[in-house]
């Protein structure tokens, strides 16, 4: 479904079940009942591409899903975030197997959220639910905020990706070549400098008291 070969060396999966402490959090937090809770386990694809192929990609899984008679919604979080984190949902329903969340990300979506969530293991879960939130660290919220606002400009960037033409994906002259390598790098840079500045995150979450 996500293709073969060179194309699953662009994919990460990982899946995970919710612990009975993040359950209670959420019940509290949304003031809802256990049976409407979507995502006690799950999975989801860390893809390397556009965010037209991540739209694609969610409506194809959709589509073969449905063929077999299982209940699926499609909740997207790019345009409109939450807290910064950006991604697809598919809310699976089954009579036999539940309910399953399957979340699907770009690279970059995933270098975020996975930097953000090592800030609110660190400072505080509550920055993941509320912008107003303080950690009593000045450093950290100010991060925080950073961070949120990070996620606005590689949405933007991601979205000039989107409206490139098809021929600076796949190049076929030494021109698109070169315009397609420098916005590969970009794209590593990012990626790379989200890694660094969450080991940095952890390392002061030690330091402090």
């Not at 194809?60 to 499609?74: D, H, L, T």
């Not at 796949?170 to 890694?195: A, C, M, V």
Request: charged share 30%.
């Amino acid at each position: 479904m996500l293709g073969s070969g060179a194309a699953q060396e662009r994919v990460t999966y990982s899946s995970r079940i919710k612990t009975e402490d993040t359950i209670v959090e959420k019940l509290a937090r949304q003031r809802t009942r256990l049976d409407r809770v979507q995502d006690f386990a799950g999975g989801r694809f860390d893809i390397d591409c556009r965010l037209g192929e991540l739209r694609a990609i969610a409506s194809r899984i959709q589509g073969v899903i449905e063929a077999y008679g299982i209940s699926v919604k499609v909740k997207e979080y790019l345009a409109e975030n939450q807290q910064g984190y950006r991604a697809i949902h598919l809310h699976i329903t089954s009579s036999a197997a539940g309910r399953v969340e399957l979340q699907l990300r770009t690279a970059l979506q995933a270098a975020w959220a996975n930097t953000y969530e090592v800030l609110a293991d660190v400072a505080g879960r509550g920055i993941r639910y509320d912008s107003d939130f303080l950690t009593g660290d000045e450093v950290f919220d100010k991060l925080a905020h950073e961070l949120r606002h990070a996620s606005d400009s590689l949405y933007k960037f991601e979205l000039a990706l989107d409206q490139l033409p098809p021929e600076l994906s796949h190049p076929l002259d030494e021109t698109h070549g070169r315009i397609h390598q420098e916005l590969s790098k970009t794209k590593k840079l990012l990626i790379e400098s989200l890694d660094r500045l969450a080991s940095d995150i952890v390392d002061r979450g030690r330091s402090t008291p």
